[in-house]
């Protein structure tokens, strides 16, 4: 696994030609923290799935290793809600896999995602970047969180937006989730614009995808 993590690492940093189109996440506004009102959505608690019949097949796996001690153990709790917010959507048809060092799974596979943190410092211009999707083709990618930016916006919707992008997705100027600016009420689930995204762009059924429906509480549609 150290082997392919410097390997994917090299690639990112001398192969340029390999790289494909990154995906990112801004902010609306220049601030080293986060403005008054830009923290967790206080109605997230509310927001609901949807909850189609789920497939029947197995589903393809798509592994992400987490770099060790890049992030806090509250931290790696919003990473682990923003995959799971993705596998309820992706219901069974798709499945990101939390991996370690060192696991069969992530070793063996051709394509794995690591998700790493990165320090230093605000941006200094304008807008501020919080993170970064660089997929590296044939091998997966890397997804950069600017943890020294995020102030008080939820870490767990800036996850959930990187992964969107690790699921081919670009940024939708008509969307929530995957629009290229922060917002804290328009990020805190996998919408139905963004299922639809992902059902288009994975030639998946529509009817047996999830998305969070704020105040309903999981029927399906």
Same mark, same amino acid.
């Given at each position: 696994?150290?082997?392919?993590?410097?390997?994917?690492?090299?690639?990112?940093?001398?192969?340029?030609?390999?790289?494909?189109? +990154?995906? #990112?996440? *801004?902010?609306? @506004?220049?601030? &080293?923290?986060?403005? !008054? $009102?830009?923290?967790?959505?206080?109605?997230?608690?509310?927001?609901?799935?949807?909850?189609?019949?789920?497939?029947?097949?197995?589903?393809?796996?798509?592994?992400?290793?987490?770099?060790?001690?890049?992030?806090?153990?509250?931290?790696?709790?919003?990473?682990?809600?923003?995959?799971?917010?993705?596998?309820?959507?992706?219901?069974?048809?798709?499945?990101?896999?939390?991996?370690?060092?060192?696991?069969?799974?992530?070793?063996?596979? +051709?394509? #794995?995602? *690591?998700?790493? @943190?990165?320090? &230093?410092?605000?941006? !200094? $211009?304008?807008?501020?970047?919080?993170?970064?999707?660089?997929?590296?083709?044939?091998?997966?990618?890397?997804?950069?969180?600017?943890?020294?930016?995020?102030?008080?916006?939820?870490?767990?919707?800036?996850?959930?937006?990187?992964?969107?992008?690790?699921?081919?997705?670009?940024?939708?100027?008509?969307?929530?989730?995957?629009?290229?600016?922060?917002?804290?009420?328009?990020?805190?689930?996998?919408?139905?614009?963004?299922?639809?995204?992902?059902?288009?762009?994975?030639?998946?059924?529509?009817?047996?995808?999830?998305?969070?429906?704020?105040?309903?509480?999981?029927?399906?549609?």
């Amino acid at each position: 696994m150290f082997c392919r993590t410097v390997a994917l690492s090299l690639l990112l940093s001398m192969l340029c030609g390999c790289v494909e189109e +990154s995906g #990112y996440l *801004m902010t609306a @506004a220049h601030s &080293g923290s986060a403005a !008054i $009102g830009e923290g967790e959505s206080p109605h997230i608690s509310h927001l609901r799935y949807t909850r189609h019949p789920a497939a029947a097949a197995a589903p393809e796996i798509v592994p992400l290793s987490i770099i060790t001690g890049s992030f806090s153990t509250y931290e790696r709790a919003k990473i682990l809600r923003a995959v799971n917010a993705w596998n309820v959507a992706l219901n069974g048809f798709v499945r990101f896999e939390i991996v370690s060092e060192g696991n069969d799974v992530a070793s063996s596979a +051709s394509v #794995y995602w *690591m998700i790493t @943190a990165r320090h &230093g410092g605000q941006n !200094i $211009g304008f807008p501020t970047m919080l993170a970064a999707t660089y997929p590296v083709a044939d091998a997966g990618g890397l997804v950069v969180i600017f943890v020294d930016r995020i102030g008080r916006r939820d870490l767990g919707a800036v996850v959930m937006h990187e992964l969107g992008h690790v699921l081919g997705l670009g940024h939708d100027p008509k969307g929530r989730l995957m629009a290229a600016l922060y917002h804290p009420s328009d990020q805190q689930c996998v919408d139905r614009t963004a299922a639809e995204a992902v059902a288009a762009k994975r030639n998946l059924p529509l009817a047996q995808l999830n998305w969070c429906e704020p105040g309903v509480a999981g029927a399906s549609r």
